[in-house]
C-alpha cells in the first residue's frame, strides 16, 4: 500500500470515527492524567495489548505505529488514541478544566474532520465517553447516556 494510499485510507477512517463519537446526544467527561515516575503505557499498541488481557475485543485498530484503536466488551466501548497533532485540540484535551461539550470545540472538530453538524445523526443509543490520559495516551471509555 502506498503512502498516500494510507494517509486516504486513514483519513477516512478517522472521519468515520469521528462522525460516530460527535453523534448528537453523546456527551463528553474528562478525567484526571495520569503520569507516572515510568511510562506505564507508552504507546496505543501496549494500551490495546492491556484492555485485550482484561477480555476486550479489538474491532479496529489503525496506522503503523498504531495512533488510534476501539476495542469493546460487552455493552462497553474503549477508544484509545495519540494526542492529535494539532495544538487547538491537544491543548483542550490536556486542560483538566475544559469543557469537553465546549460547542466552540465541537465546531472545530467537525470543521478539522471536514464534517458539519447537519452530516450528524442522533445517536440512536446516546454514549457518555469518559476521557483520561496515561502516560500520552488517550482512553476514552464510554457507558450509554442517562
Known amino acids: 500500500m502506498s503512502d498516500v494510499t494510507q494517509q486516504t485510507s486513514i483519513s477516512i477512517t478517522l472521519k468515520a470515527a469521528c ?3 460527535m453523534e448528537k446526544g453523546n456527551r463528553f467527561d474528562c478525567g484526571p492524567a495520569y503520569k507516572g515516575d515510568s ?7 501496549q494500551t490495546v495489548r492491556w484492555y485485550k488481557g482484561m477480555g476486550y475485543t479489538k474491532l479496529l485498530e489503525f496506522g503503523e505505529p498504531p495512533v488510534y484503536a476501539v ?7 474503549v477508544h484509545i488514541f495519540q494526542p492529535p497533532p494539532d495544538p487547538t485540540i491537544r491543548a483542550w484535551l490536556e486542560n483538566d478544566k475544559a469543557m469537553l461539550n465546549d460547542p466552540a ?39 450509554e447516556a442517562q
Open 19 to 21: 462522525r460516530y463519537v
Open 39 to 45: 511510562r506505564v503505557l507508552s504507546s496505543v499498541r
Open 71 to 77: 476495542l469493546d466488551r460487552g455493552h462497553r466501548e
Open 105 to 143: 470545540m465541537r465546531t472545530y472538530l467537525l470543521q478539522k474532520s471536514g464534517l458539519d453538524e447537519c452530516d450528524l445523526p442522533v445517536a440512536s443509543k446516546p454514549r457518555y465517553f469518559h476521557v483520561n490520559e496515561v502516560d500520552n495516551v488517550f482512553i476514552a471509555t464510554t457507558d
